[in-house]
């Protein structure tokens, strides 16, 4: 059930991801993030709140009205009407960003002249998941997302090497970079530093005081390596 929640391993986020102008694998991390963020924080938080309110123990509740009654719950009166608005908002960009994977999919397969009949199709099943049975929902959402899953993560596999080397030139590169800055903080660090035990100082012409000196040299080229 995370599969829904998360979209891992199916292979449609990478098309939002594509159209980004950063490097692959800081788009990557954000992917990843993504899948932390959705599944660790958000799932966690609707099941505590049923857990945690009792109504799990509910008879013939499930799916959205389950939440719907924890939130209840837990603040009457407006429950129920955050869970409904908050599942408008998700059912509404999750219907249109799911529009968009499938139309950059037909058009790739089949052209620019499968774009109107798509989008005609998608609309008409729109209505029929929403007012079908959950348990033949999450049927025909199971099949399908392992009809995604399996060519994507066998594409993963075979793609792998490229990840690997992309990731070693990447942090090839992050090093180079760190080296660099290493390089050019320290003298501005020894600098800064020096100017202000000068100034700290009661009497700017009295030489530097050695031992503050030291500390402060000792300190910043342990942290510094």
């Not at 939002?16 to 599944?39: C, E, K, N, W, Y």
């Not at 008409?124 to 025909?140: E, F, K, M, N, S």
């Amino acid at each position: 059930r995370g599969i829904p929640a998360n979209e891992a391993g199916l292979g449609s986020g990478p098309i939002a991801h594509a159209t980004a102008t950063s490097t692959p694998i800081r788009q990557a991390t954000i992917g990843m993030l993504d899948v932390f963020i959705t599944t660790m924080i958000v799932c966690s938080m609707t099941g505590f709140a049923i857990l945690v309110t009792g109504e799990w123990t509910a008879v013939g509740a499930q799916g959205a009205s389950l939440t719907a009654r924890a939130f209840e719950t837990a603040l009457p009166g407006v429950g129920s009407a955050i869970v409904a608005i908050s599942l408008v908002m998700f059912a509404f960009t999750t219907i249109l960003g799911w529009c968009v994977y499938g139309e950059r999919s037909a058009i790739f397969l089949f052209g620019d002249r499968v774009l109107k009949p798509f989008r005609i199709l998608y609309t008409i099943v729109v209505p029929i998941g929403a007012l079908a049975q959950l348990d033949l929902v999450w049927i025909l959402a199971d099949t399908f997302n392992a009809l995604m899953a399996f060519p994507n993560l066998i594409g993963v596999l075979l793609l792998s090497p490229v990840v690997f080397k992309t990731v070693q030139e990447s942090t090839t590169a992050l090093k180079r970079a760190r080296a660099r800055t290493f390089t050019v903080l320290i003298p501005i660090r020894l600098y800064l530093g020096i100017v202000t035990i000068f100034r700290s100082s009661p009497f700017s012409v009295i030489p530097i005081d050695g031992k503050a000196l030291y500390r402060y040299l000792t300190a910043n080229f342990r942290h510094r390596c």
